[in-house]
């Protein structure tokens, strides 16, 4: 079977590259091999009552279908060069801006235009930030909200199934070269095309690293993030989340100098847990309908980690503190700040006499025994920074909850146009360690479709 494109995984890469090579090149001949299941299909069976945590499907919901990694996400589209990935780096800041654009055009016309785009040009929380040591980083962000998202999806793949094969439930396997393009290998048998875009996001990383062994292309570790997620009564954050709703806040550590950000802010929404290769780490969901917000506005807070030799694997570094967290609270955990601070872990009764009622129903227990000290006591630094821009973050009855862990792809060695050493190759998103979040992988697509439709 031969095609002119394969694009490989249908998350946010692989869609908007379908979408854009099919609307500059109708007639061109593309199918998209995705592992997961059409976007209907996606259900998670843990229901909290008759299935309470991972069973491992064969094909996991949340990561894996239309929509990739980001179908049940929060969809927020940070439209900003200063953090969501390096894609500027090689296609330059005003293109990769112009990009992701052109990606929250697509959205709107899609069904995201009751969304609100929230922009933090001009505004006074950049001076407060600075008086308090904090950096607040610019960006324009569309907050689609779960709701929203799921039907921008599915009008997008409504416009793509026209034009291009959709092969659910079938991974590919192998790349190999062949006669100038490139040969597929799934469990339906083998497929060919003259060029390939391979978008496989993070669930699809240990699979890239073979390919890129397989076919000698060149790669580079990258960092993995850790931290906490932080849950407080939504007043304290309105004044900043009423204007800008998602605010990335950088500081700078006293006492290592070390640089801990926040990262994924929910306004009055809910942490959730997250299931990663069987170790369950947290995260954060918000709403657009009024009917499912929450008291609470949860964020993380966060600290990068990079290795030199003789270590690679920062991922297996994150995976073995998540580890650690899972054997002592069976799952997530939870602490009051109070008690952090007082050195003590949290009990049942201390989380219930408090004022915040936690969202998550995670273990109580002590998160110094999990989280190493440096990074503790830069996220403890950091809660008294935020103390000081939104009085209460510091109470002692702010919940935290571990462990909030970002892992990252290695990078894959790419030239400007996002191309592996073989020609016709392309790798984007998340999979080629560029991109880490959904504006930067969708523009990615945009951008090597175009290349490829010679525009
Ligand atoms: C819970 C959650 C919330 C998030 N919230 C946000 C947010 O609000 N804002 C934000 O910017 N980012 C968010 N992210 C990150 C965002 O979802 C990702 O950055 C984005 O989805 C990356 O897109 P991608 O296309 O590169 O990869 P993915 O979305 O991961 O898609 C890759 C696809 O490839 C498929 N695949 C993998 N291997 C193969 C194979 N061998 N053959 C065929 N198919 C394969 C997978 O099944 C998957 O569907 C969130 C992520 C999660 C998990």
Redesign the pocket.
């Known amino acids: 079977m031969m095609y002119d494109v394969i694009i490989?995984?249908?998350?946010?890469?692989?869609i908007y590259s379908a979408y854009e090579l099919t609307r500059l090149k109708p007639d061109l001949r593309v199918a998209v091999?995705?592992?997961?299941k059409p976007l209907e299909e996606r259900r998670c069976p843990i229901d909290g009552v008759h299935v309470k945590t991972c069973i491992h499907c064969a094909s996991c919901a949340?990561?894996?279908?239309f929509g990739?990694?980001?179908a049940?996400?929060?969809?927020?589209?940070?439209i900003t060069n200063d953090f969501?990935g390096s894609l500027h780096e090689y296609i330059g800041r005003n293109q990769a801006m112009d990009l992701m654009r052109y990606v929250d055009q697509i959205n709107v016309e899609n069904g995201g235009g009751a969304s609100p785009l929230f922009s933090t040009a001009g505004t006074k929380f950049k001076k407060l930030c600075m008086q308090n040591k904090l950096t607040l980083l610019d960006a324009s962000v569309r907050h689609l909200g779960t709701d929203n998202n799921y039907i921008v999806l599915s009008n997008l793949y409504k416009i793509l199934k026209e034009n291009v094969e959709f092969h659910f439930m079938?991974?590919?396997?192998k790349i190999e070269l062949a006669d100038g393009g490139y040969r597929l290998y799934t469990d339906n048998g083998e497929y060919e095309c003259r060029q390939c875009i391979v978008?496989?996001?993070?669930?699809?990383s240990k699979?890239m690293e073979q390919v890129c062994h397989d076919l000698k292309i060149g790669t580079r570790s990258n960092r993995v993030d850790l931290g906490v997620r932080v849950e407080l009564p939504a007043v304290i954050f309105s004044h900043i989340t009423d204007e800008l709703y998602e605010s990335k806040i950088v500081y700078h550590t006293e006492k290592y100098e070390d640089q801990v950000r926040t990262f994924?802010m929910n306004p009055r929404g809910i942490v959730v847990n997250?299931n990663t290769n069987g170790i369950v780490t947290v995260?954060g969901h918000s709403f657009e309908d009024e009917s499912k917000k929450t008291e609470n506005t949860n964020f993380a807070l966060l600290m990068s980690k990079h290795f030199s030799e003789p270590f690679h694997d920062s991922n297996g570094y994150g995976e073995s503190i998540v580890r650690l967290s899972n054997m002592l609270g069976g799952g997530a955990m939870v602490q009051r700040f109070g008690d952090l601070e007082r050195g003590r872990r949290s009990t049942v009764k201390r989380i219930e006499e408090g004022t915040v009622r936690p969202t998550l129903a995670a273990t109580p227990g002590d998160l110094s025994l999990v989280l190493p000290k440096r990074i503790l006591d830069g996220i403890i630094e950091m809660i008294y920074a935020l103390d000081k821009i939104a009085p209460g973050t510091a109470n002692d009855d702010t919940l935290l909850y571990g462990v909030e862990v970002k892992f990252y792809n290695m990078e894959v060695k790419l030239n400007e146009h996002l191309e592996t050493c073989h020609p016709g190759l392309y790798v984007?998103?998340?999979?080629s360690g560029v991109?880490?979040?959904?504006?930067h992988?969708s523009a990615s697509g945009i951008y090597v479709a175009r290349r490829i439709a010679g525009q």
Do not use: Q
């Open positions: 490989i995984g249908a998350g946010p890469g692989g091999f995705e592992a997961g949340i990561m894996n279908g990739g990694a980001g049940f996400s929060d969809g927020k589209y940070n969501g079938t991974p590919v396997h978008s496989v996001g993070r669930s699809g699979w994924c997250e995260n984007i998103g998340d999979g991109t880490h979040s959904l504006s992988a």
